[in-house]
């Protein structure tokens, strides 16, 4: 069965600093991973996802990912945090139909 | 990227109450789905949808219904709510493999 672990729950950066969020998957085929982010009171929005092809990934609000086969991980980056980009992040894993699985989330807090 | 909207977004109501979360999508998806999402957790998936006159229950136990007249249109509904069910609930539609979220309904049970 597919699942998706986010090994850090909280995590602090100062603003300008670099940042990267974990994301291991469990999957049994060739998966399609994506990145959402979430504001306090908001749903999910898409930041980027990866299906197949160039294994680094560029999504909204200058975030990247890449996607490590060996390491079955799709770890989140960002060169420069700013302060608006304090908020949850879900990695997941899936195709898009019911068999989608979600981590629970990093919740990231950005320090002036 | 879709369009989804979810009415109402908050929501306080007494135990043994009958709501309707509302949820609407413009993008013409045929498979929506509903999440419940708790703090700290994953988000569970408590039903979901294919296309019209289809529903299905999701991993997760809910004693929610759901139904799907309308591609645009899904609703769900608790018969008797109950402090247990406070959470938030989101709606998101797909196309082949991208589910699009909408804002959430924060519902408290009191």
């Known amino acids: 069965a597919q699942s998706v672990t986010q090994p850090d729950i909280h995590i602090t950066v100062s603003e300008g600093a670099s940042l990267e969020l974990r994301c291991n998957y469990s999957y049994g085929a060739t998966p399609y991973l994506f990145w959402y982010v979430q504001s306090p009171g908001q749903g999910l929005q898409l930041l980027l996802k990866y299906f197949s092809g160039d294994t680094l990934v560029q999504g909204i609000k200058g975030f990247e990912a890449e996607f490590k086969r060996s390491q079955s991980s799709f770890n989140l980056r960002k060169p420069s945090v700013h302060w608006s980009d304090a908020a949850e992040y879900f990695c997941a894993v899936g195709a898009g139909n019911n068999d989608m699985r979600f981590g629970a989330g990093t919740r990231l807090t950005v320090k002036p | 990227e879709a369009d989804i909207y979810q009415t109402p977004r908050y929501l306080v109501i007494g135990t043994g109450k009958k709501i309707t979360l509302e949820c609407s999508q413009t993008m013409g998806h045929d498979k929506m789905y509903w999440y419940q999402q708790d703090p700290g957790m994953e988000l569970h998936l408590i039903h979901y949808s294919y296309g019209v006159n289809s529903t299905e229950k999701g991993d997760l136990s809910s004693e929610s219904t759901v139904s799907r007249i309308r591609t645009e249109h899904f609703p769900l509904t608790l018969e008797s709510a109950r402090p247990s069910h406070t959470s938030q609930y989101l709606c998101?539609?797909?196309?082949?493999?991208?589910?699009?979220f909408g804002p959430g309904t924060r519902l408290l049970v009191l």
């Open positions: 998101a539609s797909s196309d082949l493999e991208t589910q699009y």
